[in-house]
Each structure stands twice: as structure tokens, then as C-alpha cells.
Nanobody, 121 residues
Framework: QVQLVESGGDHVQPGGSLRLSCLMS????????IGWFRQAPGKRREGVAFLNSIGQPFYMEDARGRFAISRDQAKNTVDLQMNSLRTDDTAVYYCTAGPYYSTIPGDWPYWGKGTQVTVSS
């Protein structure tokens, strides 16, 4: 059974950092694309950062320079390091996996349940 479980969400002050982690299990292929999306209250789910099936990173404009996505295949985890956090980064962050990289949420077949990130003073 395929499963994605996010962790690391927390309440942090503006300018702070958080590291989210996604534990992956049940996948039979190593050549997976991995993504982090987020959804703020009243807003559409939007992409944040991605790894394509050969491990190349891609970032949405808002995350570029502040966030970093990485994968540890030995631990079956994908992390999202978030620095210089702003109040508009507040959202539920979701880990997703699939056969190819896409910025469209509907293209991803597997999703975690999300972890809450709140940035406020």
C-alpha cells in the first residue's frame, strides 16, 4: 500500500525556518517524481517544489531561493527546507508522488494528508 506521511509542520515567527519531511512507503519504483504543494485557507492548492523522476529540482517562483527540496533514498524521505518564512507561507503543506513532474495538482496520483505550517508573530 502506497503511503506518504508528512511531518515537521509547526508555528514559527516570520524570518524563521522549518524543515518538513515526507516518509514514503509502498512504492516499487525508484524513478518517482516527488512534489510539495501547499494550500492556504480559501486558496487553491499550489505547487512549491519538485523533484523530477531523475532527481532534478524545480521550484515555483515564490519558493526559489528560500526553499530547498531533497531526497534521501536510503531513508525513503523527501524533505523541504524552508528558510526566511513569511506570513503568506502559512498553509497546509502536502507531499505528493507520481510517475512524472507536473505543477498541476490533478496530475499527481498519490498524496499525503498534509502538515500545518503557521507563520506569525
Amino acid at each position: 500500500q502506497v503511503q506518504l506521511v508528512e511531518s515537521g509542520g509547526d508555528h514559527v515567527q516570520p524570518g524563521g525556518s522549518l524543515r518538513l519531511s515526507c516518509l514514503m512507503s509502498g512504492f516499487t519504483s525508484d524513478r518517482l517524481a516527488i512534489g510539495w504543494f501547499r494550500q492556504a485557507p480559501g486558496k487553491r492548492r499550489e505547487g512549491v517544489a519538485f523533484l523530477n523522476s531523475i532527481g532534478q529540482p524545480f521550484y515555483m517562483e515564490d519558493a526559489r531561493g528560500r526553499f530547498a527540496i531533497s531526497r534521501d533514498q536510503a531513508k525513503n524521505t523527501v524533505d523541504l527546507q524552508m528558510n526566511s518564512l513569511r506570513t503568506d507561507d502559512t498553509a497546509v503543506y502536502y507531499c505528493t508522488a507520481g510517475p512524472y513532474y507536473s505543477t498541476i495538482p490533478g496530475d499527481w496520483p498519490y498524496w499525503g494528508k498534509g502538515t500545518q505550517v503557521t507563520v506569525s508573530s
